[in-house]
C-alpha cells in the first residue's frame, strides 16, 4: 500500500478531517460510441462500477475558523444515454476506466443519482459541477444541436432535483459559434449553470482564433465561466500508445497546456480581460513551468509576433485563470498556489473517476494557511460561480 494511500486510510480512521482525470481517450476525441461497453453495461458490469472506499459513511464537515466550509468540486463529468445514441455506430470507444458506468446519471434513475451523492458524502463534497466531456465537436449543426439540447435538459432536471447538489457547466456546440452563443445565452437564464464545458481545442481549431472570439466575449458579457477540460492531445496519439495510457497521463495535462499558452500568447486574455476560465487538472504541465514562458520571445523574437504585445507577463497570467487542485501530492499544490495565487485553485476530483478520492484531505494536508485553505476548499469557487447557501 503507498504511504500516501495508508495516510488516507489512517486519516479516515482516525476520524479526522480534511484530501483524477480521465475517461475520453485520443480517438475521435474520446468520444463515448453506441457500442461503448460502458454504455452497454451501465448498472449490469459492476467491474467497472466505482464506490468509494468509504461509501456509506458521511465525511464531517470541513469547519475553518470556526466556519463551515461547503465542499466545491468544479471537476465532476457525466454522460446521459439519450444523447450518447446520437453518435455515430462506428464511433470509438471509450477507454476502460473505473468509474465508467457511473458517469451515466439520467435524473430518471435516482438509484444512479443517490449512489453519486453517496460516493460525494464520503469524500465531503457538498456540491459538484457537472460537465460534460466533448463528443460533439465534429458533429454536423442540427445534431450538435439536438447533442446539446438533450445534455443540457438533463443536466437542468438534475440540478432541479437536487439543486443543492449539483450545478452545471453547459454544453455548447462550440463549432458554430453563433449556435454556442445562443446555447450559452439560453442556458445562463438557468441558475444551475455556471457556464460552459469547452475542450483544449474545437476539432483541432484553437481557443484563440478570431472566429471564436464573439463566444468569449458573450461568457464575458454573462459573467459565465468556461472549464476546460483536455482530450489526450489526439494529434500525438501515435507517440502515446503503449504501456501507461500515456493519452491520460502525458496527453491530457500537455492539450490542456497548449490550451492555456495559446490564450495567453495570442492576447485572448488582454482582449477578453474578464473572461473566466477554470482549468483542469491543475492547468497541466504550465504551473511547473511557467517562466520558461516569459523567456521565449526575448529569446526568439523571430518566434513571436511583433503585432502581438502583451500587456503582461505570460506568467501573469496565471494569475486570473482558475485550476482545479487535482495534482495529487500537498507539494504539487504548494507548488501551483505558490504559481498562481491561492485565490485562483478550486477542487476539482474527475468523479467519478476515482483520480482524487480524498480532496478535502488533499488540501487539508498542504502547508497552506487556513485562509488559502479555506479558499481553494469552496470559497473561491462560491465566490466564481455564485454558488450560495449550501
Ligand atoms: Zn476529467
Known amino acids: 500500500m503507498g504511504s500516501r494511500r495508508l495516510f488516507m486510510k489512517k486519516v479516515a480512521a482516525t476520524g479526522i478531517t480534511f484530501c483524477s482525470c480521465c475517461i475520453l481517450d485520443a480517438k475521435a476525441q474520446y468520444a463515448p460510441g453506441k457500442n461503448d461497453p460502458a454504455l452497454k453495461d451501465a448498472g449490469n458490469d459492476k467491474s467497472l462500477s466505482h464506490r468509494h472506499p468509504l461509501a456509506g459513511t458521511k465525511h464531517k464537515p470541513v469547519i475553518i475558523n470556526g466556519r463551515r466550509i461547503p465542499v466545491i468540486d468544479t471537476h465532476a463529468h457525466c454522460f446521459f444515454p439519450e444523447a450518447i445514441a446520437l453518435l455515430p455506430a462506428n464511433a470509438n470507444l ?17 438509484a444512479a443519482l443517490k449512489s453519486r451523492i453517496e460516493n460525494m458524502d464520503a469524500k465531503g463534497v457538498d456540491m459538484e459541477v457537472l460537465s460534460i466531456n466533448n463528443f460533439w465537436y465534429t458533429m454536423d449543426r442540427e445534431t450538435a444541436t439536438k447533442v446539446c439540447e438533450i445534455n443540457n435538459r438533463n443536466l437542468a432536471q438534475v440540478c432541479a432535483a437536487y439543486p443543492k447538489r449539483f450545478s452545471a457547466f453547459a454544453c455548447i456546440a462550440t463549432q458554430f459559434p453563433d449556435l454556442a452563443i445562443q446555447q450559452l445565452e439560453e442556458a445562463m437564464k438557468n441558475p444551475c449553470f455556471k457556464g460552459a464545458t469547452i475542450q483544449a481545442n474545437v476539432a483541432g481549431v484553437e ?19 468556461l472549464f476546460i477540460h483536455p482530450q489526450g492531445t489526439p494529434p500525438l496519439a501515435a507517440r502515446l500508445k503503449g ?18 499558452q495559446h490564450l ?3 492576447g485572448v486574455f488582454d482582449k477578453f480581460p474578464n473572461l473566466k476560465v477554470i482549468a483542469a487538472h491543475g492547468g497541466g504541465f504550465l504551473g511547473s513551468y511557467a517562466p520558461r514562458m516569459d523567456h521565449s520571445c526575448f529569446i526568439s523574437p523571430a518566434n513571436c509576433n511583433p503585432d502581438i504585445v502583451l500587456k503582461k507577463k505570460p506568467t501573469e497570467y496565471l494569475n486570473q485563470i482558475f485550476f ?4 495529487f501530492t500537498p507539494e504539487a ?4 498556489v505558490a504559481q498562481v495565487g491561492a485565490s485562483q485553485v478550486v477542487v476539482g476530483t474527475d468523479s467519478p473517476i476515482p483520480w482524487e478520492e480524498y480532496p478535502i484531505e488533499h488540501v487539508m494536508s498542504t502547508p497552506l494557511t487556513n485562509a488559502q485553505k479555506a479558499a481553494i476548499l469552496g470559497d473561491n469557487a462560491s465566490k466564481l460561480l455564485k454558488i450560495r447557501n449550501l
Open 264 to 266: 495567453i500568447y495570442e
Open 243 to 260: 504501456n501507461g495510457w500515456m493519452t491520460n497521463t502525458i496527453g491530457n495535462p500537455l492539450d490542456t497546456t497548449i490550451a492555456l
Open 333 to 336: 499544490l504548494r507548488h501551483l
Open 94 to 110: 471509450n477507454a476502460a476506466v473505473k468509474g465508467g458506468p457511473n458517469h451515466y446519471i439520467p435524473v430518471s434513475d435516482d
Open 324 to 327: 482545479d487542485a487535482l495534482v
Open 207 to 225: 481557443h484563440a482564433d478570431p472566429r471564436f472570439h464573439p463566444i468569449w466575449a458573450k461568457v464575458e458579457e454573462l459573467g459565465a465561466t
